[in-house]
T-cell receptor, first 117, second 116 residues
Framework: AQKVTQAQTEISVVEKEDVTLDCVYETRDTTYYLFWYKQPPSGELVFLIRRNSFDEQNEISGRYSWNFQKSTSSFNFTITASQVVDSAVYFCALSERLGAAGNKLTFGGGTRVLVKP | GAGVSQSPSNKVTEKGKDVELRCDPISGHTALYWYRQSLGQGLEFLIYFQGNSAPDKSGLPSDRFSAERTGGSVSTLTIQRTQQEDSAVYLC??????????????FGPGTRLTVL
């Protein structure tokens, strides 16, 4: 079974600091995708980034970066120069292939990020 | 364009009643997913629809849960004889489908269900 672990439950930083979110995953699939989603206080999950296991990249913003280490099954996410609007819960997710190329997402428990002014 | 929409945004019901939750996916997205978000269980996959294929129901927690998708667009999630443990936010997502898979899913605002 697939599993995603986000060990950090809450991180508090001061605006303009960098914040790195950890994500460790388990899968038996040789081809898979990893995602980061943001859930602001409004509640809607917002797609941030995607990375596949065979080296494609999908950048969405210059303030976001990630470190994908297949050897350690980790997919860490960094927000550079954090802003108050970055305050949210961040979810790491792993895709499991379903029929007809769909994918079921297995989510980690989420990390709450609080950026103080 | 319009994102995924869900209705109602909030639903309060009494234990034992049936509820229907609606999802309208992004136009052109052939894949539709339902997830549930609760304090105890986090975000869980429930069911997946793709075109005219049989849905993947592997995440439905019990036979009180069912879902359908009419005309390849709007989907309805039905919970029969609701229990207090069904209280959660029910999220719908849609995506494109490409042969390589792994398409990002776009989520709706959710329906917050409270079972008294």
């Amino acid at each position: 079974a697939q599993k995603v672990t986000q060990a950090q439950t809450e991180i508090s930083v001061v605006e303009k600091e960098d914040v790195t979110l950890d994500c460790v995953y388990e899968t038996r699939d040789t081809t898979y995708y990893l995602f980061w989603y943001k859930q602001p206080p409004s509640g809607e999950l917002v797609f941030l980034i995607r990375r596949n296991s065979f080296d494609e990249q999908n950048e969405i913003s210059g303030r976001y970066s990630w470190n994908f280490q297949k050897s350690t099954s980790s997919f860490n996410f960094t927000i550079t120069a954090s802003q108050v609007v970055d305050s949210a819960v961040y979810f790491c997710a792993l895709s499991e292939r379903l029929g007809a190329a769909g994918n079921k997402l297995t989510f980690g428990g989420g990390t709450r990020v609080l950026v103080k002014p | 364009g319009a994102g995924v929409s869900q209705s109602p945004s909030n639903k309060v019901t009494e234990k034992g009643k049936d509820v229907e939750l609606r999802c309208d996916p992004i136009s052109g997205h052939t894949a539709l997913y339902w997830y549930r978000q609760s304090l105890g269980q986090g975000l869980e996959f429930l069911i997946y629809f793709q075109g005219n294929s049989a849905p993947d129901k592997s995440g439905l927690p019990s036979d009180r849960f069912s879902a359908e998708r009419t005309g390849g667009s709007v989907s309805t999630l039905t919970i029969q004889r609701t229990q207090q443990e069904d209280s959660a936010v029910y999220l719908c997502a849609s995506s494109l489908i490409t042969p390589r898979g792994g398409n990002e899913q776009f989520f709706g605002p959710g329906t917050r269900l409270t079972v008294l």
